[in-house]
């Protein structure tokens, strides 16, 4: 989804630009917008350097030279675009201007040319705020259809203490996620995602591993905090960039995972067991690089840490999710092993999947799986982008979480 946000000229505009990154870390476009009267308070370039984008700073461009057909239309265009406006803060001129149709700047012409829903947080003095044309234009605005954050009481930058201070960061990001309907159904939840493979050394330079790139376990690692729930990433070595705001855990062996996981499951409410944790383990690690002039070289190996089954042993009231990865003759095949692992595990919910099939699975960016629960539940999805799978996934964790594990 893409916004745009409005940064007026108030003292707090500075907060604008930790705005802009809280909207990022859950998925949100950000078009920046700043009037004159913001440029004095904060620089274009924090914001484009965040962004990575243009920001929008008058209505014909920044100059002579930059006044074209595109930029004297541009209000039109990202009013077409957009999926919600937000002005953050918002002074009394800025209440005024759109309270009454006032379209003198790029951000009130666009005020008036979306339909987008358009969200306010309102910041300036206590005397300002509490003013009857300031009330009275507010109400307009909110009989309109506009969300309106309320102001915090505090102490204000003029000296004085009462409400006006600009909304905590946190409430105006809930407020634009409620209104986009974007869910923040497990913001009471800690969820603790493993991840990647693990690599069982054999000597300094070789070692026994799988095809896992991660990306399922990260897909879910995200989705879980954008839908509002602090999340630990415990992961094995993979190339890819942990997501922000996630707490991430680097491993590299079965037994490093074991303990990284162990540590942090007293403050797991939800434990997503998305690793693929190598099998085995040799016996015993060379010190030096094993010299390839032998024919044949035997390896002893031994089964590493059940980790899923020891989670699921000190489960308690945790929902706990592992994961499937089989390679069947046939569908029943898959069925059968996966009721085997959820029941045999105590796990609430098993992701199944096929791994031989074209396009899923390991390296794959999509991923066709199969739902099972221990509460009955059997779905077999599409084929889908593993982000959605990952939301599919925290879909059926919140549904337990509301309903219970019956």
Same mark, same amino acid.
């Given at each position: ?131 009857? *044309?300031?009330? %009275?234009?507010?109400? =307009?605005?909110?009989? /309109?259809? &506009?969300?309106?954050?309320? +102001?915090? #009481? ?64 990260? *897909?879910?690692? %995200?989705?879980?905090? =954008?839908?509002?729930? /602090?999340? &630990?990433?415990?992961?094995? +070595?993979? #190339? ?84 499937? #990865? ?81």
């Amino acid at each position: 989804m893409k916004i745009a946000l409005g940064v007026t000229g108030g003292i707090s505009a500075y907060k604008a630009a930790e705005l802009v990154r809280e909207f990022q870390q859950r998925g949100l476009d950000v078009q920046v917008i700043l009037t004159a009267h913001g440029q004095e308070f904060i620089r274009p370039l924090t914001f484009a350097a965040l962004t990575g984008q243009k920001v929008i700073t008058g209505m014909f461009g920044s100059g002579p030279q930059e006044a074209n057909v595109e930029s004297a239309i541009e209000h039109i265009a990202v009013a077409q675009t957009i999926d919600l406006l937000v002005i953050a803060p918002a002074t009394a001129n800025c209440l005024g201007k759109l309270a009454n149709g006032v379209a003198d700047d790029f951000l009130t012409t666009l005020y008036l040319a979306t339909t987008a829903p358009v969200v306010v947080a309102p910041a300036m003095n206590v005397n300002m705020w509490e003013h009857p *044309a300031t009330r %009275e234009n507010v109400e =307009r605005l909110r009989r /309109r259809g &506009v969300h309106i954050v309320e +102001p915090e #009481a505090g102490y204000l930058a003029c000296g004085m203490t009462g409400p006006g201070r600009l909304a905590a960061v946190e409430a105006i990001v809930e407020k634009v996620l409620d209104v986009l309907g974007i869910r923040q159904d497990l913001k009471n939840e800690v969820v603790l995602v493993t991840a990647g493979p693990t690599r069982e050394e054999i000597d300094p330079v070789r070692y026994i591993s799988n095809r896992s790139s991660g990306k399922m376990g990260y *897909a879910i690692a %995200e989705a879980s905090y =954008r839908r509002g729930a /602090r999340t &630990v990433l415990v992961s094995g +070595p993979t #190339a890819l960039r942990p997501p922000d705001g996630v707490v991430h855990i680097p491993v590299v062996s079965g037994a490093e995972m074991r303990d990284a996981v162990l540590e942090r499951l007293p403050e797991a409410t939800v434990v997503v067991k998305a690793a693929a944790v190598a099998d085995y383990r040799p016996v015993k690690r060379s010190a030096q690089k094993i010299r390839s002039k032998a024919k044949e070289l035997t390896l002893t190996l031994e089964p590493t840490e059940d980790i899923l089954a020891e989670v699921g042993r000190r489960k308690g009231d945790r929902i706990v999710v592992g994961f499937a #990865a089989e390679t069947p003759a046939e569908i029943e095949d898959l069925l059968t092993s996966a009721r085997t692992k959820l029941e045999s595990k105590c796990l609430d919910l098993i992701v199944a999947n096929d791994v031989s099939q074209e396009g899923n699975g390991f390296d794959s960016d999509s991923n066709t799986v199969l739902l099972l629960g221990r509460n009955g539940l059997q779905r077999q999805l599409p084929r889908l982008k593993k982000m959605d799978v990952a939301n599919e996934i925290l879909n059926e964790v919140a549904s337990l979480r509301a309903h219970g594990r019956s």
